[in-house]
């Protein structure tokens, strides 16, 4: 048997660059289904589901001391985040800050951040909520933090990443930024602030519009992933199919009978009084 046979049916085509290329393509993308993209998205999912969890403990759990949940110099993990603190300190207006560009409930948003010094002498960063824009993209009137010592109630969140590298923009009268980030308040006033900050809840001194939390449902991660597994399931079997399909088509026109017509000499069809083909295309033209 030839070794361009197996089973009958012909495979040499596969080596073809064609078939080669395609071949590469579909392992890297089955590889890349199930190493990469599809725990990926799992990772996400788990992650939702955890941040979900964390808003729905808050609701249960009452506030405690700033330090009873997170220690000094301690950034919010996972398992702190959304968590209802309770600090005491006074507000540092002078230090107070804009974040920009911000979209609560759908809609364009300014949020307010100040920070906060604790009686041992640091300072926390507090978000007060948020300002819906007034006359266009202007940052509307807003009432002033409290003076004196207050006792605020936020729940803990994570520094953003700021897309701006710290960027600081002067902007009506006020100094706004792109991101809820320490680092970057802290550059920007001098203020030294521990990691991560305050979101203020409703009824506390200080806040404007208590930000809404996230909605807590599951997302739609989990069923991506699955996709990305079905894919790269569906990728190498479909190629699978289409290679046989092709070696099928390969060995039925190996098996047909020739065909007369085909075999015979186009010399012995032709007129004799009919001109050559060159000499009618030297003539007329090709």
Same mark, same amino acid.
């Given at each position: 048997?030839?070794?361009?046979?197996?089973?009958?049916?012909?495979?040499?085509?596969?080596?073809?660059?064609?078939? =080669?290329?395609?071949?590469?393509?579909?392992?890297?993308?089955? =590889?890349?289904?199930?190493?990469?993209?599809?725990?990926?998205?799992?990772?996400?999912?788990?992650?939702?589901?955890?941040?979900?969890?964390?808003?729905?403990? +808050?609701?249960?759990?009452?506030?405690?001391?700033?330090?009873? =949940?997170?220690?000094?110099?301690?950034?919010?993990?996972?398992?702190?985040?959304?968590?209802? !603190?309770?600090?005491?300190?006074?507000?540092? #207006?002078?230090?107070?800050?804009?974040?920009?560009?911000?979209?609560?409930?759908?809609?364009?948003?300014? $949020?307010? &951040?100040?920070?906060?010094?604790?009686?041992?002498?640091?300072?926390?960063?507090?978000?007060?909520?948020?300002?819906?824009?007034? $006359?266009?993209?202007?940052? #509307?009137?807003?009432?002033?933090?409290?003076?004196?010592?207050?006792?605020?109630?936020?729940?803990?969140?994570?520094?953003?990443?700021?897309?701006?590298?710290?960027?600081? *923009?002067?902007?009506?009268?006020?100094?706004?930024?792109?991101? =809820? +980030?320490?680092?970057?308040?802290? !550059?920007?006033?001098? *203020?030294?602030?521990?990691?991560?900050?305050?979101?203020? *809840?409703?009824?506390?001194?200080?806040?404007?519009?208590?930000?809404?939390?996230?909605?807590?449902?599951?997302?739609?991660?989990?069923?991506?992933?699955?996709?990305?597994?079905?894919?790269?399931?569906?990728?190498?079997?479909?190629?699978?199919?289409?290679?046989?399909?092709?070696?099928? $088509?390969?060995?039925?026109?190996?098996?047909?009978?020739?065909?007369?017509?085909?075999?015979?000499?186009?010399?012995?069809?032709?007129?004799?009084?009919?001109? #050559?083909? !060159?000499? &009618?295309?030297?003539?007329?033209?090709?």
């Amino acid at each position: 048997m030839s070794t361009g046979y197996r089973g009958g049916m012909r495979w040499r085509f596969l080596l073809r660059p064609g078939w =080669v290329a395609l071949t590469a393509v579909v392992i890297c993308f089955t =590889v890349a289904a199930f190493t990469v993209l599809a725990p990926w998205q799992f990772r996400r999912a788990a992650q939702r589901a955890e941040r979900n969890a964390g808003i729905e403990s +808050s609701f249960t759990t009452p506030p405690r001391p700033l330090r009873s =949940v997170l220690p000094p110099h301690t950034e919010p993990t996972r398992a702190t985040e959304w968590r209802q !603190a309770q600090v005491t300190g006074r507000y540092l #207006p002078e230090a107070e800050m804009v974040a920009r560009l911000r979209t609560v409930q759908g809609e364009p948003a300014y $949020e307010v &951040l100040v920070p906060l010094r604790l009686a041992d002498g640091s300072n926390i960063l507090v978000d007060r909520g948020y300002l819906r824009p007034a $006359e266009g993209m202007r940052i #509307p009137e807003y009432p002033p933090v409290p003076g004196g010592e207050v006792t605020v109630t936020g729940r803990l969140r994570a520094d953003e990443q700021d897309p701006q590298s710290g960027e600081v *923009v002067r902007q009506d009268g006020h100094r706004q930024v792109y991101a =809820v +980030s320490t680092r970057t308040v802290s !550059a920007a006033t001098g *203020v030294r602030l521990e990691p991560g900050y305050l979101q203020l *809840v409703d009824h506390t001194p200080g806040v404007l519009s208590a930000l809404p939390l996230p909605q807590l449902d599951p997302g739609p991660s989990f069923a991506y992933a699955l996709q990305w597994i079905a894919f790269g399931t569906m990728a190498p079997l479909g190629l699978a199919y289409f290679a046989w399909k092709e070696a099928t $088509e390969g060995r039925r026109e190996d098996n047909q009978p020739p065909d007369p017509d085909d075999t015979a000499d186009p010399d012995d069809t032709a007129d004799p009084h009919d001109p #050559p083909v !060159a000499a &009618l295309a030297d003539r007329y033209g090709r």
